[in-house]
């Protein structure tokens, strides 16, 4: 595709919900990152993934968070029984490989637990 | 712990000033410094900076690198209001699992007419 796809764009969810975010990468990039981005914060890392492999999964704050690849391409974060806590933007990004080259966003997912 | 720090967190300014802002670091394994622009969508590619001493230029944005004082500076010059917008700067690790991006809360700069 032309650029980093995310869907849903803005998600509301009452707390205690599960909910899963889309990313569909730039076609043939082999990189993909989530971060998360409260109100009035830089991103923050949440995992990596290299084709379908998860090779960093450091900066997922809970067992609640889990993020899959299955075929290397498109990938989903899903967030379990969400809290309010939960609340910020959530990126995605990629790359062509790794290290090195450009990072590209997507405008993001907008949850808001209420 | 990888860490960003920016200045100022906001910044005001009038159409046809000229501003810089600034990025420090401290990261293990350092690989390259990027900046990013975002304006309440995606943040959007600006530079990529790995050796120090050389500018990037684009337009009236410029950005340089210092590696030995861990620093780096991006100067708009003759602002205009659609350069109101956060300003990210970023770090990217070397790291044995591929690579991160470790980000500074960025700098709001608004520049009105």
């Known amino acids: 595709g032309a650029g980093v796809s995310q869907s849903p764009r803005y998600k509301v969810a009452k707390r205690g919900q599960d909910v899963a975010l889309r990313c569909d990468p730039i076609s043939g990039h082999v990189s993909l990152f989530w971060y998360q981005q409260a109100l009035g914060q830089g991103p923050e890392f949440l995992t990596y993934?290299?084709?379908?492999?998860?090779?960093?999964k450091s900066g997922l704050p809970s067992d609640r968070f889990f993020a899959e690849r299955p075929e290397g391409s498109v990938s989903t974060l899903k967030i379990q029984r969400t809290q309010q806590e939960d609340s910020a933007v959530y990126l995605c990004?990629?790359?062509?490989?790794?290290?090195?080259?450009?990072?590209?966003f997507g405008e993001g997912s907008w949850l808001t637990v209420v | 712990e990888d860490k960003v720090v920016q200045s100022p967190l906001s910044l005001v300014v009038h159409e046809g000033d000229t501003v810089t802002l600034n990025c420090s670091y401290e990261?293990?394994?350092?690989?390259?410094l990027l900046w990013y622009k975002q304006e309440k969508k995606a943040p959007t590619f600006l530079f990529m900076l790995?050796?120090?001493?050389i500018e990037k230029k684009s337009g009236r944005l410029s950005s340089i690198l210092d590696k030995k004082e861990l620093f780096s500076i991006l100067n708009i010059t003759a602002t205009q209001t659609g350069d109101s917008a956060v300003y990210l700067c970023a770090v990217e690790a070397r790291e044995t699992s591929g690579s991160r991006l470790t980000f500074g809360e960025g700098t709001q700069l608004t520049v009105n007419p």
């Open positions: 993934f290299q084709n379908e492999a998860q090779l960093d």
């Open positions: 990004a990629s790359s062509f490989t790794t290290g090195g080259n450009t990072i590209y």
């Open positions: 990261v293990t394994n350092f690989r390259s």
């Open positions: 790995t050796s120090s001493g």
